[in-house]
């Protein structure tokens, strides 16, 4: 894309309504924008974190086997009545009414949405177990929408159902969708830990949240440093086999990872001194197992090998999609601006020309630009070079390709790595086949 002709609107001053750095760095890096108050516009570059979060966080569910649909935003009051809910969630919820006074709202969830459609169509066990999921908006009419995207009211969330036959089997596919969870986080170039959690108005005996550290996060995190070692993700997991599956939950479910409030003295006590770590953390994703809740009050039965009817076992698993984009920078910026993850970046590589309209500067750039790949962007504007590598920081590119006059004459190009600083002259092959391999 030439930045010339892009809709990649940045900004030189921070934004006053935003409080936090990814916020700011959002709307300077031209992302985001406000339309309403918790409701954001993707403009080009933001849209592209969300496509490539939303890829890394499909590729992780299908490899566990969870199954992509489609589930629409608008759901009717009666799905909600039959489970209890629809009172009970109070004024989050966005209640509507259509032409014809049909009461409906805007989903800030779908459990009841899922058991119902697996109800219509699940009839046997031997259909069991099945994992179901869907990346979507939901609406959540928050109090106090703050931190951009981090706490909006519309958000895209990647919510999982899972149904089973009984409760080793829902345990076993709870600890198949952690696994999935930390290879996601690992992915998307974050260190996210697992924490028990509360399990709030969703519900349930056995909850987990993952935090994602950093600095500015809203809750306090207590850990012990071996959690910051996952290194070992990357060795596969037998993921049919419960013991497996035990061991790597009792690996990563250590006791003394909490949160301020659920805090437990004696457990942290335990630690090494030189283990412990105190940071903050953003919450990117809240996992649930929560039994028979919804199938039992829905009354959605399946008929078990003995011929009597039964209740499938559910647990529901989310994720959020949106508020990861800000995660991420809140986990990798400096004071220049965003570090984007290689997984992430809406693009893999800018070419700064340092002086358009110089004939060299402008062929050697435009023979690049014709030879790469669609994520490169080409700094093509006819600005100074100090705005140029001052928005190349600020939008976060993991790598740039300095082209200026002098070193051009020579055919040769500077190459930039943005997380480290390091810079090296290279020949425009060398050059591109460093961006192209990394
Ligand atoms: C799990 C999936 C649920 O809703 N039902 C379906 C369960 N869990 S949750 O914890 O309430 O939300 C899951 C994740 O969504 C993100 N999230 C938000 N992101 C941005 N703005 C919000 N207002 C917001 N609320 C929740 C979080 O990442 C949360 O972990």
Redesign the pocket.
Known sequence: MRLSRSFLPTLKENPAEAQIVSHRLMLRAGLIRQTAS?IYAWLPAGLKVLRNISQIVREEQDRVDAQEVLMPTLQSADLWRRSGRYDAYGPEMLRIQDRHKRELLYG????EMVTDLFGQTVKSYKDLPQVLYHIQW?F?D?MR?RFG?????????????SFDVDYASAVATYRRMMLAYLRTFQRLGVRAVPMRADT???GGELSH??LILAPTGESGVFYDAALEDQDWLDEPVDTNNPDALEAFFTRVTTPYAATDEMHDTVAWDAVPDEQKREGRG???????YFGTKYTQSMGVSVSGADGGQFFPEMG?????????A??IIEACHDENGIIWPDSVAPFRAAILNLKSGDAVCDEMCEQIYAKAPEDFLYDDRPERAGVKFADADLMGHPWQIVVGPRSAKEGRVELKRRATGERQELSVDEALALVLAG
């Not at 800030?108 to 459990?111: C, H, K, M, S, V």
């Not at 995207?149 to 159902?161: H, N, P, S, T, W």
């Open positions: 918790g800030p969830t779908n459990e939901k959540r928050e929408p995207v981090m706490r909006g009211r519309e958000f895209l969330m990647k919510d999982a159902y709030g108005p969703i949240e993952f953003v919450e990117v994703g809240h996992i649930f529901s698993y989310g994720i959020g999609v949106s508020r990861l800000g995660a």
